[in-house]
């Protein structure tokens, strides 16, 4: 048989200051045709799981387009109209010889017009290979799922666990049940449970707590005999969307009734957990003094309000000035976004003495500009490979980035990693690729809010979450909801 692979992701922030457009896409990742196989056959994408798993399974792969860029504010209308073009150009040239479809999404791309944008590139899709040719969705670890985008897929695969530490298995298991469907050889039967909850990002964790305990229950479902795929999602809580927050989707062998109990069921435990979903991260100072006094290193503290992988700008200064002025040593941070500040550091040159403004760019709901004294250590190489286990092998464009050593209170100091493209840092080769060994540093600040967790779990002594300010708050009170459907907790009581 032969498979049509694509991707058109990106996870939208609806309260980003950050506007997504296709340049975005062009410096991220936007390749197309057999560039997409070239590129996918070594990494750790579910694209790239699926390609290995169709030519383990020998069949062929059409490849579309896989386009990918990070998260931020809505994509015009115009640009994503441009994607969908695009993709379904190539797979109306052959979609006479396409036997099913497989498209890797986020689950959360939103336009400025389309809140539920990926069930409309699905509608697309089924417009071009009509009703009879399986469409496979494999979507993100939050994804947000409305009717209208299950309604569109025959199937929909999550991931195993949250943080998706293996996103290829979710390729790999998406393209073997695309198989199964397109052969005939089993008859999927969905049924989609919304849940009233959004789930700060941190507390979907599978690895602990409630979300754990909901993940062994769905894949207890999925054990059972007929079912053919079973996912909870906690959704993307900074989607201003009416079908944001948490979702169970369990599909089963012909049997609707079953799909819908099970389902059902599952939803259940959602309830069940009431008031253990809040998120309560440490004070800025209160962190920084415990990582200061800790006898075990190195200690990470996550910049929870300012995390560019779920849309924040990456320019807040809120952990940058408490370390700065509680006089923190040993200790680096990154990544701060700040093309200004690294075309001043560049000019002077490495080993240069510099006075420089850094960070609040964007504005001021992230912090303040702060003057920083210090010495231009080093370059950096501006194109970075992941060392995983989150997404190895896959390059990290910064674009130009340095790393200055900068002067505390206190005789403090704080190495401190300024890019000019927002990096979420969820990865140790971030840091090793700067010159620093996060091994032998007592403190390392990152901008993350939950993939660091798996990122430096080998790494850290200790790794707390830090109440910094920014549009990723674990507080959803915070945000000037208009779409989102009420009641929903934790907003409103149920």
């Avoid at 997504?20 to 994408?45: C, K, M, N, P, W």
């Avoid at 590139?121 to 209208?148: D, F, K, Y």
């Avoid at 500040?341 to 490495?350: H, L, N, S």
């Avoid at 390059?395 to 704080?414: C, K, L, Q, T």
């Amino acid at each position: 048989m032969r498979f049509a692979i694509g991707a058109i992701w990106h996870q939208t922030n609806s309260f980003s200051p950050v506007p997504t457009t296709l340049e975005d896409f062009a410096a991220y990742r936007y390749v197309q045709g057999d560039a997409l196989i070239d590129t996918a056959s070594a990494g750790h994408t579910a694209l790239a799981g699926a390609i290995r798993t169709a030519a383990h399974l020998s069949h062929d792969v059409l490849p579309l387009i896989e386009a990918r860029a990070p998260s931020g504010g809505p994509l015009s209308d115009a640009d994503f109209e441009r994607l969908t073009s695009e993709l379904c150009s190539r797979l109306r040239e052959a979609r006479d010889a396409i036997d099913g479809v497989l498209l890797d999404l986020s689950g959360g791309l939103i336009t400025t017009s389309d809140p539920d944008a990926e069930a409309t590139l699905l509608t697309s899709v089924r417009e071009v290979v009509g009703g009879a040719v399986p469409i496979v969705a494999a979507v993100g670890p939050h994804a947000n799922l409305s009717p209208r985008l299950v309604d569109a897929a025959t199937l929909l695969v999550g991931p195993s666990a949250v943080p998706d530490a293996d996103p290829a298995a979710r390729g790999e298991r998406a393209v073997a049940l695309l198989a199964l469907v397109a052969s005939g050889e089993v008859k999927p039967a969905v049924a989609l449970r919304q849940v009233p909850l959004l789930v700060p990002l941190p507390a979907q964790d599978t690895g602990a707590g409630a979300m754990a305990e909901i993940a062994e229950l769905a894949r207890q479902c999925e054990r059972e005999p007929g079912v053919l795929c079973a996912m909870v999602t906690g959704g993307f809580p900074y989607a201003d969307v009416p079908h944001a927050g948490a979702a169970v989707v369990v599909a089963t062998h012909g049997d609707s009734t079953r799909a819908a109990d099970l389902a059902a069921t599952v939803e259940a435990a959602f309830a069940e957990r009431n008031g253990q979903w809040t998120v309560n991260p440490a004070n800025i100072e209160a962190a920084i003094h415990d990582a200061m006094a800790a006898r075990e290193h190195p200690f990470v503290l996550a910049d929870t309000g300012d995390d560019p992988g779920a849309g924040g700008p990456g320019d807040g200064t809120g952990l940058l000035w408490g370390l700065l002025d509680l006089g923190a040593r040993g200790a680096a941070i990154g990544v701060i976004t700040d093309p200004e500040a690294v075309d001043a550091a560049i000019a002077a040159g490495v080993g240069a003495e510099v006075t420089l403004s850094v960070g609040a760019r964007r504005d001021r709901l992230h912090g303040y500009p702060i003057d920083v004294h210090g010495r231009v250590a080093s370059i950096g190489p501006g194109k970075i490979v992941r060392e995983g286990p989150l997404d190895s092998g896959l390059e990290i464009d910064m674009g130009r980035s340095v790393v200055v050593e900068a002067r505390g209170r206190h005789e403090g100091d704080v190495a401190i990693i300024l890019a000019e493209r927002r990096v979420e840092l969820d990865d140790p080769a971030i840091f090793r690729a700067h010159g620093i060994d996060p091994a032998t540093m007592r403190i390392l600040a990152v901008k993350s809010s939950l993939r660091y967790r798996v990122g430096f779990g080998a790494v850290a002594s200790k790794m707390v979450a830090v109440a910094t300010p920014g549009v990723t708050v674990p507080d959803f009170a915070f945000f000037p909801y208009q779409r989102l459907r009420r009641p929903i907790a934790p907003l409103d009581p149920l």
